[in-house]
T-cell receptor, first 112, second 113 residues
Framework: GDSVTQMEGPVTLSEEAFLTINCTYTATGYPSLFWYVQYPGEGLQLLLKATKADDKGSNKGFEATYRKETTSFHLEKGSVQVSDSAVYFCALDPYGNNRLAFGKGNQVVVIP | GAGVSQTPSNKVTEKGKYVELRCDPISGHTALYWYRQSLGQGPEFLIYFQGTGAADDSGLPNDRFFAVRPEGSVSTLKIQRTERGDSAVYLC???????????FGPGTRLTVT
């Protein structure tokens, strides 16, 4: 079925370091792709999205490009801050009906 | 304005009992979604309402799970004969339309002992 796979394990990095979180997807059609973020003690929030191939979603310094040829939607940020510490989830909407399928999430810890 | 709220925030129940989890969506949002998040996993879709009707309930794991939204606003997720495997965080989300951004509530943590 339609699904997303995120890289294993938490990510720990120093402030101002470059962040990449890998996400690959499996879908029969042309899904919309999303990154959601969950800050400590808060609910899930939409971080960015892309609805078609080669689209780039961006927000708060984060970017992700919809790559159909590699079925990927990797999240990147050039210089992380302590406030970026959170859990990040990749998700897809395979049928355009807002029924989201999420990956397992990655805990990101940014150390001052 | 107020976001999506869920009550209770925590619920501990014994195996075999019945529980109800409540979701108050953002006012005016016509679409409402329930997800379940088990430990170490991402949220898993359960059911989606458009107005009062369940537009897609294909994610409900079995017939012990049921959800209602009688007036097109508040929704209740009902679980009968709870099992230890039902322990999870139950998330509710709402969106202005069935294509709009989903806004998530803080979740209800259900523990079945």
């Amino acid at each position: 079925g339609d699904s997303v796979t995120q890289m294993e394990g938490p990510v720990t990095l120093s402030e101002e370091a470059f962040l990449t979180i890998n996400c690959t997807y499996t879908a029969t059609g042309y899904p919309s792709l999303f990154w959601y973020v969950q800050y400590p003690g808060e609910g899930l929030q939409l971080l960015l999205k892309a609805t078609k191939a080669d689209d780039k979603g961006s927000n708060k310094g984060f970017e992700a490009t919809y790559r159909k040829e590699t079925t990927s939607f990797h999240l990147e940020k050039g210089s992380v801050q302590v406030s970026d510490s959170a859990v990040y989830f990749c998700a897809l909407d395979p049928y355009g009906n807002n029924r989201l399928a999420f990956g397992k999430g990655n805990q990101v810890v940014v150390i001052p | 304005g107020a976001g999506v709220s869920q009550t209770p925030s925590n619920k501990v129940t014994e195996k075999g009992k019945y529980v109800e989890l409540r979701c108050d969506p953002i006012s005016g949002h016509t679409a409402l979604y329930w997800y379940r998040q088990s430990l170490g996993q991402g949220p898993e879709f359960l059911i989606y309402f458009q107005g009062t009707g369940a537009a897609d309930d294909s994610g409900l794991p079995n017939d012990r799970f049921f959800a209602v939204r009688p007036e097109g606003s508040v929704s209740t997720l009902k679980i009968q004969r709870t099992e230890r495997g039902d322990s999870a965080v139950y998330l509710c989300a709402s969106s202005l339309t069935d294509r709009g951004e989903q806004y998530f509530g803080p979740g209800t943590r259900l523990t079945v002992t």
